[in-house]
């Protein structure tokens, strides 16, 4: 397993670089294992202040502590996950696994006039993906639209293969259409032929009070930089058994904090703080990421597949628990601040 170092440019300051055997952030990598740190900052009474705070929200529910265990310590990021298989998770919802690694999902929304994705995989998955909507009764022809919850090439993966093979729209953030085009390293480093082939090629411009409308279904878009420029969040609609929820899925999760500075964090909490006025209004009741590891996502998919009559949907919650489960991704982070020692000044 590569182990990754902090290298920081000149004492006191956190403009550190995280490094690793393969060159590569923990999510820009390409497919390569790597922990968190080999020296983690100490804690202080600020960080340990968060942490219980966080704590204290969970109060020892196992759903919300897996947010706690996973943003307020270090973990190895990208240990690979079980191998999962597509799976109808609403009656208008499938969950395409796109990779093990870092553990990222693809998730499909059914409407009467074709198909939304939000995201569509890594690098040397796209045949997998296509084959796993098909596995589910899914015809990737209609795949009208594509989201991308970021502009990160492990998300953007594939867009351009449905762009050429079925007139497939793409959607992101002008800032983050930016980040995909033109290659500009090094912040676009890990976008291009080394981690995700061709980006596909710019069609829609998304940007929050512009809903995406497809068939029956509206997809609304919150705007949360932090973790890319032009990181968004989606609201939508799911049904069962002739039930309405309303899903939020938060497409630009910070894996490893420590490759994102203090004022990007600090930017991060903003946006998980606007996300979750707009997501208390829009009352939403089912959590769902794009990135798996966080949120226990492999052992909910397990829950369903053996869900018996009467059960809950294991992705079920109520608005109340998933404002408090990202309250304790915030306190985490802010704890993750806390830890950094101050900028010097000039």
């Not at 307020?72 to 208008?92: Q, S």
């Not at 090629?201 to 932090?226: M, Q, S």
Request: net charge neutral; charged share 20%.
């Amino acid at each position: 397993m590569s182990k990754r170092i902090i290298v920081c440019v000149a004492p006191g300051l956190m403009l550190c670089a995280w490094l690793s055997a393969f060159g590569q952030g923990a999510e820009r990598g390409r497919g390569a294992q790597a922990t968190q740190t080999t020296s983690p900052l100490p804690e202080n009474p600020q960080s340990l202040a968060h942490i219980e705070a966080a704590k204290k929200i969970a109060n020892g529910d196992p759903v919300l502590m897996t947010p706690v265990n996973f943003f307020c310590a270090p973990v190895d990021y990208n240990k690979p996950g079980p191998e999962l298989e597509p799976m109808k998770v609403f009656d208008n919802l499938y969950a395409i696994p796109s990779s093990p690694v870092q553990q990222t999902t693809v998730w499909a929304i059914t409407t009467r006039d074709g198909i939304i994705l939000i995201d569509s995989g890594q690098q040397g998955r796209t045949e997998a993906i296509v084959a796993e909507l098909q596995k589910v009764g899914l015809d990737p022809a209609k795949v009208k639209y594509i989201l991308l919850g970021h502009g990160h090439g492990d998300h953007f993966a594939g867009a351009a293969y449905f762009q050429e093979h079925y007139g497939t729209k793409v959607g992101s953030t002008a800032k983050d259409w930016d980040l995909m085009w033109p290659p500009n390293p090094p912040a676009n480093r890990g976008n291009n032929a080394g981690n995700a082939g061709q980006p596909p090629k710019r069609d829609l411009v998304l940007a929050e009070g512009k809903p995406v409308k497809l068939g029956e279904e509206t997809v609304t878009i919150v705007e949360i930089p932090g973790h890319t420029p032009g990181s968004i969040a989606f609201i939508f609609e799911v049904r069962e058994n002739g039930k309405k929820h309303v899903a939020g899925l938060y497409g630009g999760t910070i894996l490893d904090q420590g490759r994102i500075t203090t004022e990007g964090l600090k930017q991060y909490i903003q946006s998980v703080n606007h996300y979750l006025e707009i997501a208390k209004k829009m009352k939403v009741d089912v959590e769902i990421q794009n990135h798996a590891l966080f949120d226990d996502t492999p052992g909910r998919l397990t829950k369903l597949k053996a869900r018996k009559p009467g059960d809950p949907n294991p992705f079920l919650m109520t608005t109340d628990k998933y404002v408090k489960f990202w309250n304790i991704v915030s306190e985490c982070i802010q704890a993750d601040i806390a830890r950094r020692p101050p900028a010097r000044s000039n």
